[in-house]
């Protein structure tokens, strides 16, 4: 029996009055659901403006010395609206007005972006007959804009502590000084993960518009599985190469905690989504793979350099230069004489010319360096890889039988994922051979 569940509504989930329907009646279904983070209201239909976007408008206006009203109007018809045909209570009319007042009155960029999850969590509060909690009071940034986590899980357990059900708006909290700092967009995943740590949930639900994680992009698979249950590991393999449902940040609080969390589709509420967690118990059969996920846009810069084994030091020599220009690397598969350093093309651009002269002086007079552009990488991941031999050799079978030619290999340290480096012009024919052969 699950005593407290913590859940997290998006943007398109509160779009208008008949999602605020939805989201109550799935609050209702199970009393267990005592608390709720909404996002700002989204996009209605795909042309649609986003209440956060609208809001960054205005400030932009604000600052150029302009009027915040073309772009004002649109927030406040959209609150309006909601409170209007919900008969709220609450005095929309007046937040709005000090709303405006603020933004015009040249508030910061965060406090204006913030508006929209604070109001729309007046709106739901005052909906739901719940309390209202401002998280500037209980999520605390430090003056150099990251979050004080330890410092969070304080006030905001001491905040939620009564047990009363409460909204606690996404997406921002505030330095000690009671500014108001957001975190990046999307942000108010991580807000629902803290309010899940910190009441303890048994399980924080991320409602959204999409039933849960795919094992494959749909732009290139046609209509891939369901992924049903999944690790924080694997996810986390799967997000960095651009699989994307949920901050990526999200993730941290609540794996800690030992809190699984779930996707769910707002629209289909009774689908069971994805279930994220520590271990994935009590499984009956694992799948080999989880999931599939990659990108296109890596170059490798490939350095050579004879005796390079027994040179001590050689390697970090080679990683600080990247580090000294703000480039990370994303796998370094070595030889013996060689290294190969994978990094995104676009953060090597800017001072492309500068690392390789600096590179070229390591090697000078025993080596050389080249880069090669126009890399795709792809990672397999799944859990079930360590139980069954034989899955890096039918990956690579199915992409010899597509003619594909692998120009990297890595196999990920913890035996979740194998890595593929090809050209960008065979990354869908790579996903297609791997999903064929072990999905479908
Ligand atoms: N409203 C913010 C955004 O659009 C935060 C969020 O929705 O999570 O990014």
């Given amino acids: ?15 208008n009055d008949e999602q605020f329907r939805k ?3 799935i609050l209702e279904l199970e009393p267990t659901r005592r608390y709720l983070v909404p996002s700002a209201p989204g996009k209605r239909f795909p042309s649609d403006e986003k209440v956060t976007d609208l809001l960054y408008a205005c400030h932009d206006l604000a600052s150029a010395g302009n009027s915040i009203e073309p772009q004002f109007v649109k927030i406040r018809e959209r609150f309006l609206s909601i409170a209007q045909l919900l008969h709220l209570k609450v005095d929309a009319e007046s937040a709005l007005d000090e709303v405006s007042r603020g933004i015009s009155g040249g508030r910061s960029r965060d406090w204006c972006a913030s508006r929209g999850e604070y109001l729309c969590g007046l709106l739901m509060a005052d909906y739901l ?16 804009g990251t979050l004080d986590d330890e410092k969070t899980q304080e006030l905001l357990s001491a905040l939620l502590a009564d047990g009363q059900p409460a909204v606690v708006p996404g997406f921002y909290g505030a330095r000690a000084d009671g500014e108001v700092v957001t975190f990046s967009r999307g942000g108010s995943d991580i807000t629902g993960a803290l309010v899940a740590r910190a009441v303890n949930a048994d399980i924080y639900e991320n409602w959204t518009d999409v039933s849960g994680f795919l094992m494959a992009d749909p732009r290139i698979i046609e209509g891939p599985a369901e992924i049903t249950s999944i690790t924080y590991k694997e996810l986390r393999e799967l997000s ?36 994220i967690s520590k271990n994935a118990p009590n499984e009956v059969s694992v799948p080999t793979i989880t999931g599939i996920a990659g990108h296109k846009g890596y170059s490798v810069i490939y350095v050579e350099k004879s005796m390079m084994n027994s040179e001590v030091g050689f390697g970090r020599k080679v990683l600080s230069v990247l580090e000294e220009y703000g480039v990370s690397f994303e796998h370094m598969p070595t030889g013996i004489d060689s ?33 090669n552009d126009n890399m795709a990488i792809i990672a397999t991941v799944g859990r079930g890889m360590v139980h069954n031999c034989g899955t890096a050799a039918r990956l690579f079978s199915a992409m010899s039988r597509a003619r594909i030619n692998v120009r990297m290999i890595d196999q990920g340290s913890s035996e979740l994922s194998i890595i593929v480096g090809v050209n960008d012009s065979d990354f869908e024919a790579t996903i297609r051979a791997i999903y064929r052969e072990f999905v479908a």
Avoid at 129 to 144: E, M, S, T
């Fill in 1 to 15: 029996m699950l005593e407290c569940i913590v859940t997290k509504f998006g943007g398109s989930s509160l779009a």
């Fill in 129 to 144: 007959g719940w309390k209202f909690v401002d998280p500037a009071q209980g999520i605390r940034f430090r003056d150099d």
């Fill in 240 to 275: 960095h190469m651009g699989a994307s449902v949920l901050h990526e940040d999200a993730m941290f609080p609540v794996h800690r905690a030992g809190i699984p969390t779930n996707i769910r589709n707002t629209n289909k509420p009774y689908h069971p989504g994805t279930l």
């Fill in 23 to 25: 989201v109550r009646s």
């Fill in 339 to 371: 290294m190969c350093v994978v990094v995104n093309s676009s953060s090597l651009a800017p001072h492309r010319e500068e690392i390789l002269a600096r590179l070229e002086k390591l090697v000078e007079g025993s080596g050389s360096v080249s880069v």
